[in-house]
């Protein structure tokens, strides 16, 4: 008498609304113990902003003139903006590290939503930018760095820098998925550096050559950065600016809606498809 085993492959789960909640907190919680059991990287991104005030701020400072403020307030902001966008460096990595090491393998054969995976690894990235922020915050506030716009605008400024942090991470976890090697996504996103040195966090646009600051108010870092000191009461937007850096808060939501709109399915899909080409 023989006996026939039938082995059933698990489908996902119907992205429904409740599903995809629970499985995206679900994976939330398993990013935040992923950080907790191997905290480096994390202390690297939360230091590095911290680092860079006290050398910029002070090393820096006294050379470079801000018209009307001390260069320290209007750094800080800045970095606030630089921090925010570094979830393209941080979810490149997280997703590389995933794919390297055959976790989203296994994640796949499990009945869940697809979009939780991302999703669960792009909110940890938010809480976890959420707390990294108040240390930047009250190391600028000891440099001499104040909140001037009340406590709506700072909460309005808070708001902006998580949201974009959330739109950065689901680009560079889509990159992640791309290259699929935590090496190579290490070197790639410490090129990410570059990309705050392009924009008003750190100088102010005004005296840059024309192709230069061009380049440089259309950058997305910009306008989060001009927003953030605009809602913070540090500085007013340059009025004969481009169009985002003029308007930052709109500006800020319409770069962030734009990364959103494209990344969010294109990550969705690449996760779904492993590593098929």
């Not at 935040?32 to 400072?61: D, E, N, S, W």
């Not at 760095?145 to 820098?161: K, M, N, S």
């Not at 230069?212 to 500085?235: H, K, V």
């Not at 319409?254 to 779904?272: H, K, N, Q, S």
Request: net charge positive; charged share 10%; glycine share 10%.
């Amino acid at each position: 008498m023989s006996t026939t085993i039938l082995v059933h492959e698990r489908s996902p789960a119907p992205a429904t609304g409740g599903t995809l909640i629970a499985d995206g907190l679900a994976m939330t919680g398993r990013h935040l113990r992923k950080i907790k059991a191997a905290p480096g990287v994390l202390i690297l991104t939360q230091t590095m902003p911290i680092t860079m005030l006290l050398f910029f701020g002070y090393v820096f400072g006294s050379a470079l003139a801000v018209p009307g403020q001390q260069y320290r307030a209007f750094l800080v902001p800045g970095l606030l903006a630089a921090t925010a966008a570094n979830g393209l460096m941080t979810g490149m990595f997280q997703a590389a590290q995933d794919c390297d090491r055959g976790v989203m393998d296994r994640f796949r054969t499990l009945p869940m939503s697809r979009a939780a995976v991302p999703l669960g690894s792009t909110a940890a990235e938010v809480l976890t930018t959420a707390a990294g922020l108040v240390p930047l915050m009250l190391v600028g506030l000891a440099a001499g760095w104040r909140i001037e716009g009340g406590a709506a605008g700072a909460l309005a400024a808070f708001g902006l820098l998580l949201l974009f942090r959330f739109a950065t991470s689901w680009a560079g976890y889509w990159l992640g998925l791309l290259i699929r090697n935590e090496e190579a996504a290490g070197q790639l996103g410490s090129a990410t550096f570059i990309l705050p040195l392009l924009s008003s966090a750190y100088i102010p646009t005004d005296d840059l050559p024309g192709w230069l600051r061009t380049l440089a108010e259309w950058n997305p870092i910009s306008a989060l950065a001009a927003a953030t000191r605009d809602r913070f009461g540090n500085a007013a937007p340059a009025a004969d600016a481009a169009w985002p850096s003029a308007h930052p808060v709109a500006g800020t939501l319409a770069w962030a809606a734009l990364l959103l709109a494209v990344f969010v399915p294109l990550t969705v899909r690449r996760y779904a498809r492993g590593g098929r080409a």
